[in-house]
T-cell receptor, first 114, second 116 residues
Framework: DTGVSQDPRHKITKRGQNVTFRCDPISEHNRLYWYRQTLGQGPEFLTYFQNEAQLEKSRLLSDRFSAERPKGSFSTLEIQRTEQGDSAMYLC????????????FGPGTRLTVL | AQTVTQSQPEMSVQEAETVTLSCTYDTSESDYYLFWYKQPPSRQMILVIRQEAYKQQNATENRFSVNFQKAAKSFSLKISDSQLGDAAMYFCAYRSSGAGSYQLTFGKGTKLSVIP
């Protein structure tokens, strides 16, 4: 079991550019979650998938954000037309239904928008 | 909506001593889960301990234990025999047990320093 992995670990971009992050969950975990964490705050929920279906989205997920999990394995989170307020750590977590849905987190992608 | 409050932004403890981190939450639900996660500097978040609200017995994991007071909506974490590696941000989190509600709601965290 290799744990949740995320790529890239760091991303610096200019305002207005599009960025995409990838998350690979723990093998066989059927649920995958995205959170955003800003400095000095706890993570805030963005969205989650069960297999390939996106079942819940937070109000924080504006129309500039889109997430996919095309084959029920890895997931991508895209931010279009980035703004300085998008600067944050983007965390991915995964869980397995039969193990009580305890969420295991990846190392995160730190986004800096200049 | 559920809320989680961690009233201690920072705490410190001497190595080998015991420290307790506080967490309170607000919910109208009777069944739910509570968690403590540890986030070391520049490292990923790790699950420390988990408690099911329907269980009266407090969860323990080696040097980590909780004091779960359901009526008071309090969920504190006790770290015994503190070690240098315990220095980190600690987040308390809540999750509903209802079907379809799997998101975690986190507090703002407590930064724990361990003094050698």
């Amino acid at each position: 079991d290799t744990g949740v992995s995320q790529d890239p670990r760091h991303k610096i971009t200019k305002r207005g550019q599009n960025v995409t992050f990838r998350c690979d969950p723990i093998s066989e975990h059927n649920r995958l979650y995205w959170y955003r964490q800003t400095l000095g705050q706890g993570p805030e929920f963005l969205t989650y998938f069960q297999n390939e279906a996106q079942l819940e989205k937070s109000r924080l997920l504006s129309d500039r954000f889109s997430a996919e999990r095309p084959k029920g394995s890895f997931s991508t989170l895209e931010i279009q037309r980035t703004e300085q307020g998008d600067s944050a750590m983007y965390l991915c977590a995964s869980s397995l239904v039969i193990s009580g849905n305890t969420q295991y987190f990846g190392p995160g992608t730190r986004l800096t928008v200049l | 909506a559920q809320t989680v409050t961690q009233s201690q932004p920072e705490m410190s403890v001497q190595e080998a001593e015991t420290v307790t981190l506080s967490c309170t939450y607000d919910t109208s639900e009777s069944d739910y889960y509570l968690f403590w996660y540890k986030q070391p500097p520049s490292r990923q978040m790790i699950l420390v301990i988990r408690q099911e609200a329907y269980k009266q017995q407090n969860a323990t994991e080696n040097r980590f234990s909780v004091n779960f007071q359901k009526a008071a909506k309090s969920f504190s974490l006790k770290i015994s025999d503190s070690q240098l590696g315990d220095a980190a941000m600690y987040f308390c989190a809540y999750r509903s047990s209802g079907a379809g509600s799997y998101q975690l709601t986190f507090g703002k965290g407590t930064k724990l320093s361990v003094i050698p």
